[in-house]
């Protein structure tokens, strides 16, 4: 037995567990010259690693910025031109959209700066520099800290560094966490304020596929939209004003017409938001098997009932379309993700990797029962995750709650309320209520809260639903319809006329009023309970599980210290890398890496609202009228699959070919391999992007506004 484990435990040394294989990971700039550069040339790099992210010279991080807080973005020219997603630029396209300016479904292009159109609260953050300040933010923490006097201590680290940093620079500062902790970056960025619209495809285009396709290969979506970047006379940030000018980048990107060859190395680099790999077996078997499955249930109920009236009522479907496709894109990934961790065997993995942790961790006191209390933790979170989800998921998914919750300030004010204090929060209820009125459709609404607290009620126990629950067993004999009528009938929030009537003369004795009305005590009584029974409890379990992954963490690094590790997602810069390459999602199925126009005319059926396809784009098919944009192959290239590791955040980065040269905007992941925020599996786990190719074809070609694409950088 002794010798076995011996035997376990050298074999272990050799060959540790997840071997780090080439397309995985996402890698800190700063670090890629140890860890990563002799392997992407290796891979075909013909660039450096020093080309990429310098602090000496300019280098290809210059035209990186995060986009509007959760998208990625890309200067192409040396007048602030930037691309990122249409879906990351959609709410600014439809913010300027109006019946007579539909924008989004016919696209817009600014012909001069003059048209470029600013939008309010729309930022772009550049990194400038990182330092790894590990050291300092530990400084007096010790092991025997409990969790809070640790945190704490940090915390006024974290401040008196920034603080130092900030005497010395006009950038923007901030510390991150890497490594669960183990970690910490300090990074200097510059915030750009001034974002203005500069071109978008109809919604046919860069929407095509909508969400019948999301998240699917093979893809058809020109998903892309053009952006500027304005600054003050000096070059540096500065709120929208009028005599703003573009801004003139250190670097901006060369782009490639060379298209991408199969196995072609190419990388990443942008914004990825968050990824848990290094979770224990139980925390993943929790979320592919139980809240997964869970939530994937209420939101294809909702999702059925919305289809059921948006198919019907074209009013209801343009209402209706953000929203379906917010909780479809969710529900699919989940359904994927659940899909992939199964068939890659994923939890067992895990558990056989926490097999070896334990024989290797055996004598170490401080990791030795480490996986055991996993176990118990995440067992005792379980019932506080599921309270959360069913909130969220089911309470939260009835829109007349969800819009009732929104004049919780307002039912608190009394006699001593300041008048400007009310004026304010009634300007905000009004501009709320129309909002939400616009796209709102109550009988849709009405059977979705039917089906809804159906589940709520009957599939979560006594003690961890919310109290107005219980009114559907008290008063209306377990007939969930009934309380539904009731609460339909008797709310006033279920109509316009009647929020502006409580609205009009607000004062505090319609505040008791408001309090009240059955839409707001349900939703209040979902705040009530959540602050009072799951909150507290899911706060402090979780710092428990925050100091287990830590150490967790650090163990397995310890263990294995020949694996090059990469920190989780964590919303900042990061640059990933593979090859282009198809994929075999299914048996007996093979995935080509690229599609093509041809495939846009087969999938176009105009009764199907995600199928159309514009005229010109039919028109300029049959003349074949392309451009200098066709592969050498005669076909327009419309999107590419490739081997990077990539997640949400990382819409709108940019894909480089060999040279460092732009080919592709990445927008979105394949179906099969949406796991790879848990775990990354190199035979099925793709990123997609749109062939820069097709961008310039429909910026120039289609759009016209070739005055854009003279501004860029294009190599042959
Ligand atoms: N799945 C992509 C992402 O996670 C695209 C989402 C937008 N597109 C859509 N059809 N809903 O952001
Ligand atoms: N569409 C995603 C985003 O908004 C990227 C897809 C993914 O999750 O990989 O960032």
Known sequence: MKKNTFLLFTFLLFFPFGLLIAGEGMWIPMLLERLNEKEMREMGMKITAEDIYSINQASIKDAIVMFGGGCTGEI????????????????????????????LTNGFWAMSREEELPNENLNATMLMEMKDVTNAVLEGVSDNMTESERSKKITENKKSLIESAKKDTEYHVVIEDFFIGNQYFMIYEQVFKDIRLVGAPPSNIGKFGGDTDNWMWPRHTGDFAVFRIYVGDDNKPKSYSDDNVPYKPAYHLPISLKGAEKDDFTFVFGYPARTNEYLPSFAIDQQVNITNPIRIKIRQIRLDIFTKYTNNDPKVRIQYASKHAGVANGWKKMIGESKGVRRARG??????????????????????????????????????????????????????????????????????????????????????????????????????????LAIYYNEQPIDFRPDFLNLINTKYKNDVKAYVAYLFAESIFTSPEKVAAMLNNFNY?????????????????????????????????????????????????????EKRFYPDANSTLRVSYGKVEGFKPADAVTYKHFTTLDGIM?????????????????????????????DKDGSVHVAFIASNHTTGGNSGSPLFNAEGHLIGINFDRCWEGTMSDLMYDPSICRNISVDIRYVLFIIDKFAGASHLIDEMTIVQ
Not at 524 to 553: A, G, L, P, Q
Not at 612 to 619: F, G, M, T
């Open 602 to 630: 087969e999938k176009e059926n105009p009764d199907i609202y995600d199928y159309v396809v514009e005229e010109r784009l039919k028109e300029l098919y049959k003349a074949k009228d392309y451009g200098r944009y066709a």
């Open 76 to 103: 192409v020219s040396n007048q602030g031109l930037l691309l990122t997603n249409h879906h990351c630029g959609y709410g600014a396209i439809q913010r300027h959209s109006s019946l007579e300016n539909d924008y």
């Open 509 to 561: 004795k319609k505040a008791q009023q408001l309090q009240k009305d059955p839409a707001f005590v349900a939703a209040k009584s979902i705040s009530y309970f959540y602050t009072n029974k799951v909150m507290e409890t899911i706060n402090s379990i979780d710092d428990e599980i925050n100091e287990m992954r830590r150490v967790y963490m650090r163990a397995q690094m310890e263990m294995q210290p």
């Open 347 to 452: 939890v067992e993995k895990k558990q056989q990797f926490e097999q070896q942790f334990n024989i290797w961790a055996n004598s170490n006191v401080q990791y030795k029962n480490l996986i055991s209390k996993f176990d118990e933790v995440y067992e005792r979170i379980l019932p506080y995750n599921l309270a959360y989800y069913y909130m969220i998921e089911a309470g939260y998914g009835v829109e007349l709650i969800n819009f009732a919750r929104a004049f919780t300030n307002l039912s608190k004010i009394d006699k001593t309320t300041e008048k400007e204090a009310i004026e304010k929060m009634l300007a905000d209820a009004q501009r709320r209520s129309e909002s939400f009125f616009k796209d709102y459709h109550l009988p849709l609404d009405k059977e979705v809260a039917e089906a809804l």
